[in-house]
């Protein structure tokens, strides 16, 4: 029977051979708060890198804060990555037209300079 890391559930040839990057002496490899157990069995995300679909939000945040998929950079497939959506748009990553007016927010933000948070940006009631 194959030890295990320090109370987690990975073994160590799970972290030292299958496991990329991954560090048998501590139990969270990047140190992003998920455990490498977490990430490597539970989420499927790389436990050797803090943001594994490159979107600006972390893997912990994005499993624990926003729900969003931490193996995909778009949870919402709307053109703008999740990171963006949160810290830049103040969008909703997980709803593609957040002001409900029928633009999805990436064309919003990237097409037509219209706010993806109102339904009306000119306010014309139009």
Do not use: W
Request: glycine content about 10%.
């Amino acid at each position: 029977m194959r030890r295990f890391s320090r109370l987690l559930g990975l073994s160590d040839y799970v972290e030292v051979v299958d496991c990329e990057g991954c560090n048998p002496l501590v139990a969270d490899t990047d140190n992003e708060g998920l455990s490498d157990k977490e990430e490597y069995i539970d989420h499927g995300t790389n436990p050797a890198n803090q943001d594994t679909d490159e979107d600006g939000l972390n893997d912990y945040d994005e499993v624990n804060v926003h729900n969003t998929d931490p193996n995909d950079a778009d949870s919402d497939n709307d053109g703008l990555s999740d990171g963006d959506e949160v810290d830049s748009h103040k969008t909703d990553p997980l709803v593609d037209d957040t002001d409900g007016d029928g633009l999805i927010d990436g064309d919003e933000v990237n097409s037509h300079g219209t706010n993806p948070l109102v339904k009306d940006t000119d306010g014309d009631g139009k």
